[in-house]
């Protein structure tokens, strides 16, 4: 009876590729690899940032702001490391249409989020709500770099994509120099960030043998080999040891 | 008055059977060529000003919507409020045109080439088909730079002195084709400027009308043919640093990038080695024409006009040894600035002497105050000032706190705007009967004069005390600074004038137009004036004269004891006057 | 006075304003004479019906004049005003005492390197603060200027002190702050979009406050 439904499954979903020729409806049928970043060793402290310079985002913090480059959760994991599969999709693999927009916003003089996925050709919305310049800089080498000014709180935010995949393309503002962030640009929807929980989840893949990386901007890559078929979910786990 | 220009020979040398194109689109005449960078440099004067306006709007409203600013591309403002870079390229762009575009080519492009065969008496340039190229390249070079708006990202965006390495590294600046293309546009420029000058030095040292010696060249005319020789040395610098500049850009090349080895003040040596004589071409062809519609104005000689040859010579001379005071902070080495400071307060005293002698010009005279003559003496009057505020610069420890502050913005604008521009509006009103045959209105110039006098004071005085106060240039949003929150006021009050100001200069625009078609037709000399061109019939026919006049005299016996009028053209044999030896050779 | 000349902040203050209001007071007379010459033949010499222009070609006692006049007057400014230019800004001029700070400016911040303890630049026990500079007030100060990618300008208007920070260049500049207080340091040459955000404040601290704060932050660099 399950094994019909499964059937049925996988018909309905090659009726749909058929008929759409798409992989988004599809991708919601394939496999999953999913698991944790965990962070061993000594939690490396944050330097705080002066930002009397600034009352607007002095203003918006109650607790003295810091540098945002080693994020460890409460729960021994690591944030902000960018999860994407590298290679191993087959060789006719079309991505999905990607127009739903990524938001990155600059509040309280920091970047939000501080590292991001975002797929080639997906929009970019750059919003600024801090009532002061701050400029974004990327600094991309296989996509032509751009360098935008906001010199006050936006209403319309100003959108950019990204026309080939990078891992990671770099952002900075010249004004406030600790403000960086990472966009990891990649051809496909398969890459998640993780969060505070330290966990990340790459679903819809279709079956195949992959090389996941796991990015972070102060400990480097990690690469895991995940084999998966049909709908089933594959636990896969990365260790950033402190420096 | 019609009984000298019945001594003239009629003009008219040849039957003119040329087409359209031939005669007023690719045309090797002088005259057409002068009409044809008038149109060209009016039109980029317009353009600057219309960049100078939306500054003026960001300076005196930061981040308040401009008006009409809803129609420019998100990439120059957003919801209205101008951009940080827009801003930037709108400083870059308008230095660049006013500069390179409308001034330049107003005082040299259209006044050499008009002024310069007619006042020697010759048929035309002695090269009339480089002439041309020189127009047409210009044009080129115009069209390329105006481009330069429109390309993704916008024009340059390292201010109209381009220093590198920011004009270099397109990483750092956020420009590269708009970058290209100033480079581009220069060397062209160059070029066109390089082709004038060698013909306007050829053409003054070979073609002068019998008679015409050297000490009888009107000063309009000294003044350009040293311009020039400043143009033809100093031109063939600014365009080989473009070069070099554009292959940074382009080839990889690593002149100015001081990553790889290269320097970053040997773009300003380069820049200044040209820009400082650069300074007195868009300043001494404006010193000759005025020195001509004094002369003319107050119905008397030219006072000293040999020390006012003398100081336009010397001030070519030097205008080449000066460059390093606009270095003064760069970090090169300071006994230079010491060396510099000499120089440049020397530069003073030609200034001085050619001040001095228009005043001794008016003295005792018989003041005639035309719309030329108002804006001459208006000129002199504002040049004073831009003169003697380059002295505080001069002295390098005022230098200090005023280099890079509006205190410069003030000076060079008393310079090219009290100075050039106003010896322009007269210089365009003086030679039109001759270029159109009609009168621009009398009433409509003079109300044209007193509003411009009125308003550019008060834009351009106050910024003065701006850069006393610290100001700097070339910033989008002074309210940044606290320091700079006093003089947000000052900031408000200049913007409002400069909105006048331009205003104002519609009434010369509309003159302008409506005089083409509806002027008073004109008297062929309508300023009782002494120079050759003014013995043709207006406008002057292609080719000038069929055999040029001999010359008997300087340009400028006004009230001459023996004339019976007060005024004694240079072509007027009076009883007594020798006929210059050249005179029985063949017709030139 | 908004429309007059800042605050004198430094020893420099007093000798360059000095000198600016002499050339004040020169350009001024040149002025008035000038601009009264112009007003004064406009009218008095204007057009009436019979009147009749002397013809006269010049003077060359006038002309002798008004040519020595001016250059014996720039020349000596020239003089005097480089006495004040040697002592400023002359490669010898900086003062053997001078406190040590290093600037690195780039697009668009500045960054404001101290001694640290031992009160001498490069060796280890420095720290750089973004932004900030405090210096001690009545004491001389080296600033070693550096640029990270283009010209920057470093120029504090109290301090009358402006000098280009140039890549590929060590410019050394130095100065003596006299009036304790908070002000602002300004980029003064373009140097991009960001060029007029790239301020910094200016903290002139009486000796013993430098101290502390120097103390400060001394013990905080530890701390992280």
Known sequence: M??????????????????????????????????????????????????????????????????????????????????YVKSGLPAGYKPPAATTPVVIDQDGCHYKPHVFGIMVGQPLHIKNSDPLLHNIKSKGRANRPFNISQPNVTRTPTVRTF?????????????????????????????????????FSLKGLPPGTYTIEAWHERYGVQTATVTVAGTETKTTEFTFAAK | MTSHATTAPAGHAHHDDRSFLAKYVFSTDHKIIGIQFLFLSLFFLLVGGVLAMQMRWQLGFPNQPMPGGGILPETWATDGVLLPEYYIQLVTMHGTFMVFFAIMPLLVGVYANFL???????????????????????????????????????????GWTMYAPLSARADLSGVLLGQQLWCVAIILL?????????????????????????????????????????????????????????????????????????????????????????????????????????????????????????????????????????????????????????????????????????????????????????????????????????????????????????FIVAHIHYVLFGGSLFALFGAITYWYPKMFGRMMNERWGKIHFWLTMLFFNLVFFPMHNLGMGGHMRRIYDPTVYNFLDPMQG???????????????????????????????????????????????????????????????????????????????????????DQEPASAKGAAR | MDWWLPLKGSTFAGPIDGLFLAILIITGIAFVVVEAGVLWFSVRYRHREGRKARHVHGSTKAEVVWTAVPAVTVVALGIVSNQHWERIKGRESVPADAYPIAIHAEQFEWNVTYPGPDGELGNGDDFTVRNQLHVPVGRNVLLVLTAEDVIHSFWVPVFRLKQDAVPGMTIRAWVQPTVAGEYELACAELCGMGHYKMRARVFVHPQPDFETWMQQQILEGAQS
């Not at chain 1, 490396?44 to 009397?52: C, L, N």
């Not at chain 2, 519609?506 to 013995?535: C, H, M, Q, T, Y």
Request: charged share 10%; glycine share 10%.
């Open chain 2, 490 to 576: 000052v900031n408000r009050f200049i913007s409002l004038s400069a909105f006048a100001l331009f205003v104002v200069q519609g009434i010369f625009a509309v003159n302008f137009v409506w005089s083409l078609f509806r002027g008073k037709k004109a008297d062929a000399n309508p300023w009782r004036d002494n120079g050759l061109e003014w013995s043709l019939p207006n406008p002057a026919p292609h080719g000038n004269w069929e055999r040029v006049p001999s010359v008997y005299r300087g340009p400028y016996e006004f009230s001459h004891p023996q004339a019976s009028e007060d005024f004694l053209p240079q072509h007027v044999k009076l009883p007594g």
């Open chain 1, 2 to 83: 399950s094994k019909l439904r499964v059937a049925a499954g996988f018909a309905g979903a090659l009726v749909v590729l058929g008929t759409a020729g798409r992989w988004g409806e599809a991708a919601q049928a394939g496999a999953t690899v999913t698991g944790r970043v965990k962070f061993t060793g000594a939690k490396p402290t944050m330097r705080r940032i002066d930002m009397s310079e600034e009352s607007a985002c002095a203003a918006k913090y109650t607790t003295p702001p810091t540098e945002e480059s080693v994020i460890v959760n409460t729960n021994g994991t690591l944030a902000n490391v960018f999860v």
């Open chain 2, 190 to 406: 160059g070029l066109s400027s390089i082709l004038g000058s060698l013909n306007y030095i050829t053409t003054v040292i070979n073609n002068r009308a019998p008679g015409m010696t050297w000490f009888r060249l009107p000063l309009s005319v000294w003044s350009l043919f040293i311009t020039a020789i400043l143009g033809l040395l100093a031109l063939p610098v600014l365009s080989g640093a473009g070069i070099m500049l554009l292959f940074d850009q382009t080839l990889g090349t690593h002149f100015f990038d001081t990553t790889a080895g290269g320097q970053a003040l040997l773009w300003q040596h380069l820049f200044w080695f040209f820009g400082h004589p650069e300074v007195y071409i868009l300043i001494l062809p404006a010193m000759g024409m005025v020195s001509d519609i004094i002369a003319n104005g107050s119905r008397k000689p030219i006072f000293g006009y040999h020390s006012m040859v003398f100081a336009i010579v010397g001030i070519g001379f030097l205008s080449w040894i000066v460059w390093g005071h606009h270095m003064f902070m760069s970090g090169m080495n300071p006994t230079l600035g010491s060396t510099f400071m000499v120089t440049t307060m020397i530069i003073a005293v030609p200034s001085a002497i050619k001040v001095f002698n228009w005043l001794g010009t008016m003295w005792e005279g018989n003041l005639h105050f035309h719309v030329p003559m108002l804006n001459a003496v208006g000129f002199v009057a504002m040049f004073v000032i831009g003169g003697l505020s380059g002295v505080f610069m001069a002295a390098t420890p005022v230098d200090m706190p005023i280099h890079d502050t509006y």
């Open chain 1, 163 to 199: 026309s080939a995949a990078e891992v990671m393309v770099s952002l900075e503002c010249n004004v406030h120099g600790w403000m960086q962030a990472y966009a990891g640009v990649v051809a496909h929807p398969f890459f998640a960030v993780t969060g505070a929980d330290g966990t």
């Open chain 2, 116 to 158: 310069i065969p007619l006042k020697i008496g010759t048929h035309d340039m002695a090269f009339p088909r480089i002439n041309m190229a020189s127009f047409w390249v210009a044009f080129l070079a115009g069209a390329v730079m105006l481009s330069s708006m429109f390309v993704p990202e916008g024009p340059s965006r390292a």
